[in-house]
């Protein structure tokens, strides 16, 4: 067990941080490493990858789904992890990736075989940009380079993650650690534990922290905006204190082979436990559907998603398959 950094929270330790106890284990890296070797070349060789069918809106759906819903609530799904919410008249962007590769090295790495569902230049003036880990499909230094407006953008990120925005030139740049708030423009935002990992390089692993995040808008819209996780007791725990939302985000993809994505990917029917778990009434899978991270089909991921929701009580109308570039109102319990 590494040493905890004394009088520091449990998961701040000498070699970095960690997941909250009782979290699932990574396997060891040895039992990883050959399905890692042979993942950039599956890239670049393995073929098509299958897009669903009605899987995206065309450019002017996108902007008359948009324009038709200002002035209410609403969530709209760009791609992966990224997601444009207007809550209370501020628009906030998470995890954006607006590039064609999640890799240092491309084109050896993920590549994207479904566009983002609007161009950079196509976005209204964001307000807050929220990064759940600094894992290069959720923290895209192209992309927080050449958002528009950059210096009045609030970036809202967990401990250590500030330097890259700093770096691109953002002059308002909050850290958090886990259960910490701050309110920024009438939105309160509060960090909370995930189960997961962060690395950007060989040589440093864990040394940023990762989180999900609880945003809450001055009318009380609050939405959970969740990242990669595995699932595990730490959110049950979370729901007690923080639960009650209106929208979970939540990733359901890459999440086989399980030697591989244990410990850092749930399996869609747990990653629905996560937003039960914190209490909230509607559940939008995100994290599928745009780029190959994991073994595993679009199909069956979105079929165990609902099989796991089913299993538990969730009805289908509470579970959120959207279209990329798609836009829904988040009702108001």
């Known amino acids: 067990m590494p040493e905890q950094i004394s009088g520091k929270p449990w998961h701040h330790t000498a070699e970095g941080f960690r997941n909250p106890p009782g979290s699932p284990k990574r396997n060891d890296w040895l039992k990883r490493l050959s399905w890692y070797i042979g993942k950039p070349f599956k890239a670049l060789f393995g073929g098509e990858t299958k897009v669903p069918e009605n899987h995206f809106l065309k450019r002017n759906e996108v902007f008359q789904g948009i324009e038709s819903k200002i002035g209410k609530n609403t969530v709209t799904w760009l791609g992966h992890m990224t997601a444009m919410l207007r809550i209370d008249g501020k628009v906030i962007l998470t995890d954006p990736w607006f590039t064609n590769y999640a890799t240092p090295l491309p084109p050896f790495g993920p ?101 999900g995040w609880a945003i809450t808008g001055q009318s009380g819209i609050r939405v959970y905006f969740g990242g990669d996780a595995e699932y595990g007791p730490v959110y049950a725990d979370m729901g007690e204190r923080y639960g009650g939302f209106d929208l979970s985000l939540l990733s359901i993809g890459a999440f086989l082979p399980r030697i591989v994505m244990r410990g850092s990917h749930c399996i869609p029917e747990e990653c629905i436990r996560i937003g039960v778990d914190l209490k909230a009434r509607n ?27 089913k299993e538990i009580g969730i009805g289908d109308e509470n579970i959120w398959i959207m279209k990329i570039g798609e836009t829904r109102v988040i009702p108001k319990n």
């Open 283 to 309: 559940h939008l899978a995100m994290g599928w559907g745009t780029v190959k991270l994991g073994d595993e089909s679009n199909e069956e991921t979105v079929r165990r998603f609902y099989s796991g929701a």
């Open 111 to 211: 590549k994207r075989y479904v566009a983002p569902g609007l161009k950079l230049a196509e976005l209204p003036k964001v307000d807050f940009i929220v990064i759940s880990h600094n894992h290069f499909d959720h923290l895209d230094l192209a992309t927080i380079s050449n958002i528009p407006h950059k210096k009045e953008i609030t970036a809202i990120v967990p401990l250590g993650v500030g330097k890259y925005f700093r770096d691109a030139g953002y002059e308002q740049v909050v850290e958090l650690d886990w259960e910490e708030t701050i309110t920024v423009g009438k939105i309160k935002y509060t960090a909370l534990p995930v189960i997961h990992w962060s690395k950007r390089s060989a040589f440093y692993t864990n040394d940023t922290l990762w989180a």
